[in-house]
């Protein structure tokens, strides 16, 4: 298959399709982590139309779009930037590919365009970390939890403070770090969407 890893510089996603076979390629603004076929750069530059895909996987900026930042929707829906985000994720979804996921936190989108197809959880796949995500799928079956996890004794996961929220502090690297995909969700898409 054809994939396109939109707006993953990480590299996950993009190196389990390529460990399958697959010809996988990524695309972000920033540089790639890890070797492979990558395109730096716009997006809307590399797409196309979506015909020249057989998998398009979205994984678009939540920065304005979480419900984690909701506190601050009225002056990002007032500066345009909540409506420039969500024109972002339709300019995914709508491609003309016939299998597509789009992937973000719990957030605006369930509201302005559909709710999600499915929420998933790191947990569920073999990552000790919980992270609500949702996944809007096009063509593809809910992807099938492969090792799910026991909630820890402590109650709370590897990547959660006592009051279970994220232990990374605020810093530059903060909205990088966590848009990382687990790798345990990355095999998963692979296996059972390539």
Known sequence: MRVLV??????????AFEKRGHDAWSCDLLPTEMPGRHY???????????????????HPPCTHLAVSGARYFAEKKKLGLQDEAIAF????????????????PVGILSTV???????????QFGNPESKKTCLWLKGLPLLQPTNILEVPTSGIWNNQTKS???????????????SRTYQGIADAMAEQWG
């Open 164 to 178: 279970g929220q994220n232990k990374l502090s605020p810093s530059p690297e903060r909205a990088k770090l966590r």
């Open 6 to 15: 939109a707006c993953e510089f990480s590299g996950i996603v993009r190196t």
């Open 113 to 123: 365009w559909r709710k999600p197809d499915q929420i998933i959880q790191p947990y």
């Open 89 to 104: 994720v339709m300019m995914i979804a709508n491609r003309n590919c016939d299998k597509i996921a789009i992937e973000n």
């Open 40 to 58: 730096q750069g716009y997006l809307e530059d590399f797409i196309g139309n979506g015909s020249e895909w057989d998998l398009i996987i979205g």
